[in-house]
């Protein structure tokens, strides 16, 4: 299993422009996760999705939209990038079906730097 | 206030020493709690959790949470300097929606 895999690494806009981050997972999770880390914080939610078409808003939504048409794949869409939007993005996802708790599984993250 | 306060450090200790890390909390809901390890430009990967207020040991590390005090801690044992890391700590109720602390950026020098 590669686990969760995100492209692209790294990505450089420019202010107003758009862009789609991809995340993939093979492990047959139903819930995926988008998290943003700004530099020397913790992260935060951006959106999350529980399975095949069914997503929702986290606690940083604004600016981003999301689609989970699949069950491996959650892309993140930034549709006119600004500023502020520069920051470490990670994917996430787990199996969620029982009660007790269950490992929440990060990609590598995507650096996106809009200047 | 927000929900999940984390001492942002940086910390730096010799190798061998104790280390403590601590979050608080205000939201009585959480029902998880969850120590990740971060190394630099990687992401985050799960250290331990617990789920009721105690002690939870594995090897050099042991996580305690107090509910009353909405207070959690991870004490690292014999640290090493492959422990230089940043420490999340991390919280849950409902669709596992994490809520992270700002993160503890720790260094152990040989």
């Known amino acids: 299993n590669a686990g969760v895999t995100q492209t692209p690494k790294f990505r450089i806009l420019k202010i107003g422009q758009s862009m789609t981050l991809q995340c993939t997972q093979d492990m047959n999770h139903n819930y995926m996760y988008w998290y943003r880390q700004d530099p020397g914080m913790g992260l935060k939610l951006i959106y999350y999705s529980v399975g095949a078409g069914i997503t929702d808003k986290g606690e940083v939504p604004n600016g981003y939209n999301v689609s989970r048409s699949t069950t491996e794949d959650f892309p993140l869409r930034l549709e006119l990038a600004a500023p502020s939007q520069t920051s470490v993005y990670f994917c996430?996802?787990?199996?969620?079906?029982?009660?007790?708790?269950?490992?929440?599984?990060f990609g590598p993250g995507t650096r996106l730097t809009v200047l | 206030q927000k929900e999940v306060e984390q001492d942002p450090g940086p910390l730096s200790v010799p190798e061998g020493a104790i280390v403590s890390l601590n979050c608080t909390y205000s939201?009585?809901?959480?029902?998880?709690f969850m120590w990740y390890r971060q190394y630099s430009r990687k992401g985050p990967e799960l250290l331990m959790y617990t789920y009721s207020s105690g002690n939870k040991e594995d090897g050099r590390f042991t996580a305690q949470v107090d509910k009353s005090s909405k207070y959690i801690s991870l004490f690292i044992r014999d640290s090493q300097p492959s422990d230089s890391a940043t420490y999340l700590c991390?919280?849950?109720?409902?669709?596992?929606?994490?809520?992270f602390g700002q993160g503890t950026r720790l260094t152990i020098n040989p």
């Open positions: 991390a919280m849950t109720q409902g669709a596992q929606k994490l809520v």
């Open positions: 996430a996802s787990i199996y969620e079906g029982a009660t007790s708790y269950n490992e929440q599984f």
């Open positions: 939201n009585s809901a959480f029902q998880y």
